[in-house]
């Protein structure tokens, strides 16, 4: 009987202590389990929210790419349908200076021409050129203008002179053409600001 | 600008180089805007150097290829060379000289300016203030960049400065303020697949709506690279000084600006300087980066970013050298961070950015910038010191701090030098970074940063 009592105590301690240390390593896993649990949400909530950001970033970039190109296409059709316009403009306007009267007013333009063509090269000793219809109006102003010669040789232009030095060295165009061309730019604005631009 | 046009000259007395001497001329500026016409009709500019004893040099920006003695013709423009400006410009892509390549009409000109510039009154400047976002962590974090500011890309040839110059016209960005932000961008003599990539990664991010490209390819004339950065720089100044906008200008490869200038002064006959330059490389270049600052009551500002490629890697070549008297720092890329595979590779410890404590701290970027910048450089310089012992010792006889820095190195190079070509990070990422990095180290190895910050931002790992 003391034998039996002696075992059964022993046995009864055993699931005792062996109770305990499941109970103990019961709490601990769970305890674990729930620490794991913890700093997983902490770092899936870090996760959740770069994956956010950077799904923000990549949409914002994505609406700055389609807003700036999608701006710049119109801009730019914009700018060739002005442009078109100031050709037209260009196109009439020239169509204009190649119908002028050769009248007298124009006869003090080549006179005004001729005088800062002499200006320009340093001399009066020059060959003139022009085209077919402004030639009698330039021969008739070159009398203001001794030394100065008229050229046998016409020139394509919408009007006035194109001048050389009688050595050949020294040239200045003065066509109306020449003059258009440079003042273009002046032109192209003041135009493209009727269209508000 | 007038009607009236200027006197056309027949007789070229020589063609040598790049230049074009006029015979029998009078009344010409030095400056002066040419016009050569060839035999063919076709016309070339140009500008006059010199002028004396009724000669005129003329420098022919495309070259003189093809021009000969007789037939040749030079007209006198009366002015010198303008860029036709307005805010048309935004968004357009030039050739070297100013003229549209983009398939699109001329801009219609608001103005006409000399593509000289107007010297800036030193008394009106006004002293470089506030950041620039580069998006880019090791110059927002370490070089950073400041409104106003000229700062210097130092590169090698096959590095990725062009990567990185891209990267920062597609990124670069105004923080904290409604003003506008425009980048300038001119490409000197680069190669057509870099002109096309620069073209393409502004057109594909959405950023060319605010930028300007003017681009000099490898195979045009190297004179024009003259006028390049001059008619950059000219709009640049338009568009911050007339429309006020913060403007950011991207000047590469300013080494190949520095070899056409050597061709014109060898066809010139001039005493050659240091590596056959002119003795004026110093001063011409002045010309180019001080057109960098801010102008007292005026609203924009015009900052620099001019790169260039350091023959043979060599930081003594005169162009650097020179670069570095003028601009305010440099950011220099490493050719061993290069091979690593790092990008952008940037060597922080030859780089510096002078007047980086004007843009940054609390109400520009954060409180803690200037002394966590310092900490990396502090920590990184130590990191390099401990590698080059470990090459001698071994790491066994390193000791456990010094472990720690080495740590710091390689999470330095990995994590924040290390950067996609993509990746826009803001200066509270770039910042975070940081913290990150010096964090490897214990607390007390923190001595270049303020308890209070250290308390605030330190992350124990």
Known sequence: MGVDSALEQTVEKILQNTEQQIVSSLKEALKSSQSMLANSQTSLEQEYDKILAEGKKEAEKLEKQIVGNADLDSRNKQLLLVEESIEKVFEKAIKKLQDTDRNNEYSKLISTLLQESIDAIGTSDITVQTNSKDKSVVQSSLSKFPGATLSSDLIECLGGIKVQSKDGTMKFDNTIDARLDRLKPLIRKDIASKFGR | ?461
């Open chain 2, 1 to 461: 600008m007038s009607s009236q046009g200027g006197v056309q000259y027949s007789k070229i007395a020589e063609i040598k180089g790049p230049l074009v001497i006029v015979d029998g001329v009078e009344s010409v500026a030095f400056d002066e805007l040419v016009e050569i016409q060839t035999t063919d009709g076709q016309r070339r500019l140009g500008k006059v150097l010199e002028v004396g004893n009724g000669k005129a040099i003329v420098q022919v920006f495309e070259g003189t290829t093809g021009l000969s003695i007789s037939g040749t013709s030079a007209k006198f423009a009366g002015k010198v060379m303008e860029m036709p400006v307005s805010e048309q410009v935004l968004g357009r892509v030039f050739d070297g000289l100013g003229r549209p390549i983009d398939g699109l009409p001329d801009p219609i000109a608001e103005k006409f300016i000399d593509i000289n510039g107007e010297p800036m009154n030193p008394e009106q400047r006004e002293y470089p203030r506030d950041f620039i976002q580069t998006g880019v962590s090791v110059i927002d974090g370490m070089l950073t960049l400041v409104r106003g500011q000229k700062l210097p890309i130092f590169s090698g040839s096959g590095m990725s400065h062009n990567i990185l110059a891209a990267q920062i016209a597609r990124q670069a960005a105004v923080v904290g303020t409604s003003d506008e932000f425009a980048v300038v961008f001119a490409a000197i003599g680069v190669q057509f697949s870099e002109a096309e990539y620069f073209k393409r990664s502004l057109e594909e991010s959405g950023a060319l709506k605010r930028s300007v490209l003017f681009l000099n390819l490898a195979d045009d004339p190297a004179i024009e690279r003259i006028i390049t950065p001059r008619v950059a720089l000219t709009v640049a100044e338009y568009l911050a000084y007339d429309l006020g906008m913060h403007v950011l200008v991207i000047l590469t490869d300013m080494t190949n600006y520095a070899e056409a200038l050597r061709e014109i002064s060898a066809a010139r006959e001039e005493v050659p300087g240091r590596k056959g330059y002119p003795g004026y490389l110093y001063t011409d270049l002045s010309t180019i980066y001080e057109r960098a600052g801010r102008l007292r009551d005026k609203k924009g500002s015009v900052t620099q970013m001019p790169i260039l490629t350091m023959p043979s890697d060599d930081i003594t070549h005169p162009i650097p050298d020179l670069t570095g008297y003028i601009t305010e720092g440099q950011i220099v890329l490493g050719r061993d961070l290069f091979r690593q595979g790092v990008y952008p590779p940037v060597n922080i410890l030859m780089s510096l950015s002078r007047i980086m404590k004007d843009g940054i701290g609390e109400g520009r970027t954060r409180a803690d910038h200037q002394e966590i910048s310092n900490q990396n450089y502090d920590a990184y310089s130590r990191a390099q010191e401990v590698r080059a012992l470990a090459g001698i010792v071994g790491k066994a006889g390193l000791t456990g701090v010094d472990l720690k820095y080495l740590e710091v190195g390689d999470g330095f190079e990995k994590e924040f030098l290390t950067q996609g070509v993509d990746e826009n990070r803001t200066i509270e990422e770039t910042l975070g970074l940081q913290w990150k990095i010096v964090s490897l180290l214990p607390k007390n190895e923190l001595t270049k940063v303020k308890d209070k910050f250290i308390d605030q931002y330190y992350k124990e790992q």
